[in-house]
């Protein structure tokens, strides 16, 4: 029972990390006619230079939608490309293993993913070291843990996995340590078509069912300039006859594999995206595709990648007025070059993820963990940004102006030079009204020394160590055992090694 | 003579961060109804509840304007308020040494200024101590040498100097060693009175001179809630009747001197806001002032005051609109808790920056530097900060979206896979294209580790070693002899003690 609160009840703050709407007003930063000069520029690429397409499947389904085909190079029409924007649906619901854990990739949702793609893993205890089974499983389970991360990535490489198995293990510990969105890593036919099916199964679903709806999701990336692998290019497919949505995101480094222009890089980008955008409406009109993109610039006197520069953020604005042209639900990307959880890190992840807000992204992959510039994954870097991402969660809930909140009557009995920190308005808001952090540490410097005098990478260190001794989540429940049973089988039957 | 370049010229990309516009949308957190109520909630703190007043000359300003005052007490009625929202000025030009460090406080300017009134300082080197005279010039000529540092602002108590003599040590220090806009500290009117003086003969102006333009700034913060002491309020009387500009600020801690909520600690806020400015112009109609608001919230669990919250990004955002109402130029703030130049420190910083961005805040104070929740300024956390304010500096810049940007000759010149190191395009822009880091290290972990793994606050150590290495500025030149003069002549009259 509670005393000496009077007789109103306490006004509850409450945000829902799970379901954020963008509040940003959206930047743009060249004009409509210069969006269409560009626009008109990754044409003439598609129509002009063309791309090298590696599958020959693919160059088959652009040919037969009317592209030029001359060994493996394609030449895409502009009727092609309108005719896959027309098709491509513009809002995707993604479906986990709960309702509540369904994302909707729509026009003005926001979602957020953790780092994607790291060959390392790096701790303050264990040190930096190649990735493992055992990181990718302690990581599915601290990005499974926040909220505000809604999606699950490739978030690093289990090179302990030999790699004909290495997606069993990679589906089997996304199902059963979460209910989020599974990523499906694309290295071919038959791992993805065996992800799928990992996939239904975990999730109770018939063929049907499962094909009736989006239930994961698989990243693509051209190899810059104007090349589409057989991977990717069998991604891109696969993934459309299932009904399966790819995000098919050109990775563009201004001055490397892209022009060392905005402009220039962004063209090139566009006419990527589009190309591969069109071969999923080619394999299967109305399929769900995402228009993605992640372009930053290299350090032009060392060559090395560069992460929330100016640069990124303003390629990302760009971008976001290339992704509203399209209508389709945008993927973008934050990091960070640092090489560990740093200032640096933290100011370059922020400056990326800005650039991600105000372009309107749908959804901002490496928002967490990445550090050197995707080569490792950082457990206290995903603490460090994940604390970010919560602060731009709350950002998306409303201000509360009404009259019991500007509250004439708290001004009213606080006398001048008096405090509020007992008045009444106080005393009913005071449990829930701000944002609780989970990293950052208001204590003064004398209270902090006595502490230990902790940097917040160390502090981040206990955060995590917390997450992870918490038991290991069982989600599957009755149907762990039809999955264990099918990777016993398929390991018995030889695996599938990936494609190149 | 350049070499196999051919014969086009380079282009060469500046940026001038003397002299930045805001690019960023404002965005807005309340319907413009409440934006009303909010408003006419803050006149009805005025007209029904009243300020204190301490200085008898403000209080029968305020009764000449037809307020209502009772022993300290003063009650201000919407019609004062109008007047001084019409007769204050909406754009405010501040004169520097040379017309180059000239400052334009107006509709979307952008500008920022150092944290402000520290008693400690701290760095890694001779660790955090209290405040003295030579942390004090350091710092100013830190300040100077960063063009996105647009003023000056009162950085580090120097406490080493006597408090009657304080301000000689701080005028002269910040007149000879920096051409950029200088702030006086309204410590009372006599200190207020030399420091014009001083302004004065460092500028080489007579008094109508002086009077013509402005020339220095200083910060006025209420005593919130609704309280107004002698100094403060001698500073706005005295700075109007001089025609030089007060940045009115009430500091407003949400759940401590403000109520819990963003829209009741935003109407105390403006209230008071709106009673400084209106006393301003009861001084002199049509002085110079600026509407300021700084405004976070504390721990509920600790008191301790937090920075680069959601709490303080919203009523940044809120503030915006009501500055907007007012017309007025506006001042907003960043600012960390951290203890040091940590990643928490980084993230605070920032995202209290983007507040301010975002809000549209015409200059943005502790940008850099602000650790402990003021309490000390860092010379590593400034360096750390000032990367972000170039960057968001850079962002000011307009993409080039031309035709010779877009490049379909470089895109065509670089074959499937290929790369554009060497491509016409990047050969004529990349010695400038990107962004040059102070700060930030773009190498990777063999390379980085090999020079020794230092992270960022430890390399923002070579950074400002290296600027404080290059020779003092000795910016006045003949005319340091009157300024001399002037100070040794009032140290030998006794000087001029703080009011309080």
Same mark, same amino acid.
Request: proline content about 6%; some cysteine; glycine content about 10%.
């Given at each position: 029972?509670r005393?000496?609160?009077?007789?109103?009840?306490?006004v509850?703050?409450?945000?829902?990390?799970?379901?954020?709407?963008?509040?940003?007003?959206?930047?743009?930063?060249?004009?409509?006619?210069?969006?269409?000069?560009?626009?008109?520029?990754?044409?003439?690429?598609?129509?002009?230079?063309?791309?090298r397409?590696?599958?020959?499947?693919?160059?088959?389904?652009?040919?037969?939608?009317?592209?030029?085909?001359?060994?493996?190079?394609?030449?895409?029409?502009?009727?092609?490309v309108?005719?896959?924007? *027309?098709?491509?649906?513009?809002?995707?619901?993604?479906?986990?293993?709960?309702?509540?854990?369904?994302?909707?990739?729509?026009?003005?949702?926001?979602?957020?993913?953790?780092?994607?793609?790291?060959?390392?893993?790096?701790?303050?205890?264990?040190?930096?070291?190649?990735?493992t089974?055992?990181?990718?499983?302690?990581?599915?389970?601290l990005?499974?843990h926040?909220?505000?991360?809604?999606?699950?990535?490739?978030?690093?490489?289990?090179?302990?996995?030999?790699?004909?198995?290495?997606?069993?293990?990679? /589906?089997?510990?996304?199902?059963?340590?979460?209910?989020?969105?599974?990523?499906?890593?694309?290295?071919?036919?038959?791992?993805?078509?065996?992800?799928?099916?990992?996939?239904?199964?975990?999730?109770?679903?018939?063929?049907?069912?499962?094909?009736?709806?989006?239930?994961?999701?698989?990243?693509?990336?051209?190899?810059?300039?104007?090349?589409?692998?057989?991977p990717?290019?069998?991604?891109?497919?696969?993934?459309?006859?299932?009904?399966?949505?790819?995000?098919?995101?050109?990775?563009?480094l201004?001055?490397?594999?892209a022009?060392?222009?905005?402009?220039?890089?962004?063209?090139l980008?566009?006419?990527?995206?589009?190309?591969?955008?069109?071969?999923?409406?080619?394999?299967?009109?109305?399929?769900?595709?995402?228009?993605?993109?992640?372009?930053?610039?290299?350090? /032009?006197?060392?060559?090395?990648? *560069?992460?929330?520069?100016?640069?990124?953020?303003?390629?990302?604005l760009?971008?976001?007025q290339? !992704?509203r042209?399209?209508?389709?639900?945008?993927?973008?990307?934050?990091? +960070?070059?640092?090489?560990?959880?740093?200032?640096?890190?933290?100011?370059?992840?922020?400056?990326?993820?800005?650039?991600?807000?105000?372009?309107? $992204?749908?959804?901002?992959?490496?928002?967490?963990?990445w550090?050197?510039?995707?080569?490792?994954?950082?457990?206290?870097?995903?603490?460090?940004?994940?604390?970010?991402?919560?602060?731009?969660?709350?950002?998306?809930?409303?201000v509360?102006? +009404?009259?019991? *909140?500007?509250?004439?009557?708290?001004?009213?009995?606080? *006398?001048?030079?008096?405090h509020?920190?007992? $008045?009444?308005?106080?005393?009913?808001?005071?449990?829930?009204e701000?944002? $609780?952090?989970?990293?950052?540490?208001?204590?003064?410097?004398?209270?902090?020394?006595?502490?230990?005098?902790?940097?917040?990478?160390?502090? !981040?260190?206990?955060?995590?160590?917390?997450?992870?001794?918490?038991?290991?989540?069982?989600?599957?429940g009755?149907?762990?055992?039809?999955?264990?049973?099918?990777?016993?089988?398929?390991?018995?039957?030889?695996?599938?090694?990936?494609?190149?």
């Open positions: 029972m005393r000496g609160r009077g007789a109103k009840a306490d509850v703050r409450e945000v829902n990390y799970r379901r954020l709407r963008n509040p940003f007003p959206p930047m743009s930063v060249v004009s409509d006619d210069r969006l269409e000069a560009i626009h008109e520029a990754a044409l003439t690429v598609l129509e002009d230079l063309g791309l397409v590696l599958l020959p499947e693919a160059r088959a389904l652009f040919a037969k939608a009317g592209a030029r085909v001359e060994e493996d190079m394609v030449w895409i029409g502009r009727d092609i309108a005719a896959a924007l *027309a098709s491509a649906p513009k809002a995707i619901r993604l479906h986990g293993g709960t309702p509540a854990r369904d994302v909707d990739w729509s026009p003005g949702a926001l979602t957020f993913m953790p780092a994607s793609g790291t060959p390392h893993a790096t701790d303050r205890e264990r040190g930096r070291r190649p990735g089974a055992r990181d990718y499983r302690e990581l599915i389970r990005v499974h926040f909220d505000v991360l809604h999606l699950h990535a490739p978030i690093v490489e289990p090179q302990d996995v030999p790699v004909h198995l290495r997606h069993y293990f990679a /589906m089997d510990a996304q199902m059963r340590l979460s209910d989020k969105v599974p990523n499906v890593y694309a290295r071919g036919r038959p791992q993805v078509e065996d992800s799928f099916e990992m996939v239904a199964l975990a999730r109770g679903l018939s063929d049907e069912a499962f094909h009736g709806g989006v239930h994961c999701w698989g990243v693509i990336n051209s190899n810059s300039p104007r090349t589409l692998d057989i990717m290019a069998q991604g891109l497919i696969d993934f459309a006859r299932h009904k399966q949505v790819t995000v098919m995101t050109p990775f563009t201004m001055g490397a594999m022009p060392i222009t905005v402009a220039g890089a962004m063209t980008s566009h006419a990527e995206a589009l190309a591969g955008i069109a071969l999923t409406q080619c394999a299967r009109a109305g399929a769900p595709v995402m228009y993605g993109t992640f372009t930053s610039n290299v350090d /032009m006197k060392s060559g090395a990648p *560069a992460f929330g520069t100016p640069e990124h953020v303003k390629a990302s760009l971008a976001g290339l !992704a042209r399209t209508g389709l639900p945008w993927r973008c990307a934050a990091g +960070s070059a640092s090489n560990l959880a740093d200032a640096q890190g933290a100011n370059e992840n922020q400056m990326g993820l800005w650039g991600c807000l105000l372009a309107g $992204a749908t959804t901002t992959l490496h928002s967490t963990g550090l050197e510039g995707g080569l490792t994954v950082g457990y206290e870097k995903l603490v460090v940004d994940v604390e970010v991402l919560q602060m731009v969660a709350e950002l998306c809930a409303p509360d102006a +009404s009259d019991e *909140a500007i509250g004439l009557d708290a001004l009213a009995e606080v *006398a001048p030079q008096g509020f920190f007992a $008045a009444g308005q106080t005393m009913r808001r005071y449990a829930t701000f944002y $609780a952090p989970i990293l950052h540490d208001f204590s003064n410097f004398g209270t902090w020394t006595e502490r230990g005098g902790r940097d917040a990478e160390a502090r !981040a260190t206990d955060v995590w160590k917390a997450v992870l001794a918490e038991p290991e989540a069982a989600m599957l009755d149907r762990q055992g039809a999955l264990d049973d099918f990777v016993a089988r398929r390991t018995e039957e030889g695996g599938a090694p990936p494609e190149s």
